[in-house]
């Protein structure tokens, strides 16, 4: 029997003969027919999925810094960063900037 997966009449999915329900439990997702032949939508948080939006949003912008602490500095930097009202990141771009112009390097380029 030929049937959508995910729907209360069909008894088996379209794919192996699996219950309707298998592809939804364990992960891959609603199923969809397209010209016979039957695949998974792929899950939003997979690889692919987030290689496909990487791609679509990308504008070249690359992880730059990547600080390892102790709690007690996360803790020091996010209480910083609520006295300056700003976020973290961008109390660190200003820091970072303050302190270029201090040693007279030049200006940071744009975020």
């Known amino acids: 029997m030929m049937g959508l997966v995910g729907t209360p009449s069909a008894l088996t999915s379209t794919t192996q003969g699996l219950p309707y329900w298998w592809a939804e439990r364990y992960g891959l997702g609603p199923v969809r027919e397209t010209k016979g032949t039957t695949m998974a939508r792929t899950k939003a948080g997979s690889a692919a999925a987030r290689e496909v939006r990487a791609k679509a949003t990308s504008d070249n912008r690359v992880a730059v810094i990547m600080l390892k602490g102790r709690p007690e500095y996360r ?11 700003m976020p973290a990141s961008v109390l660190i771009d200003h820091a ?15 975020r």
């Open 96 to 110: 970072l900037a303050e302190k270029a112009e201090r040693l007279r390097f030049r200006p940071p380029p744009p």
């Open 75 to 85: 803790d020091w930097i996010n209480e910083l960063a609520e006295l300056a009202r």
